[in-house]
């Protein structure tokens, strides 16, 4: 494909790092045997365009065209966020940006 151009980027792209909820082992368990269940974090990374930034969820999109539209979106609430890294920031239009507020949450 000759003079392919790269459509604009309405959005920041972002790595998180954040810990999901996951299931435990199933059936009847007595006190002293789930006393011994280890208990360890589900800590997952998604790659995404920032499209929502609200004051509980963040919303991430995989695809995004050069109006901004956007497919295959993930929902992941802030109290599950470890880290929000900004892998490459939204491009500049006419000297305006369209992107959320973006912000790390927890620890690094």
Not at 71 to 85: L, W
């Amino acid at each position: 494909m000759k003079n392919l151009k790269r459509p604009n980027q309405k959005y920041p792209l972002v790595e998180v790092i954040w810990d999901d909820a996951t299931s435990i082992s199933q059936g009847w368990k007595n006190k002293e045997e789930f006393d011994k269940e280890l208990i360890k974090p589900e800590i997952v990374l998604s790659v995404g365009f920032l499209v929502k930034d609200s004051t509980e969820h963040i919303i991430l999109a995989m695809d995004t065209d050069s109006d901004g539209d956007h497919a295959s979106r993930s929902q992941i609430p802030k109290g599950m966020i470890k880290k929000i890294k900004i892998l490459r920031k939204e491009d500049k239009d006419n000297g305006t940006t369209t992107s959320p507020a973006v912000a790390t949450t927890g620890s690094s």
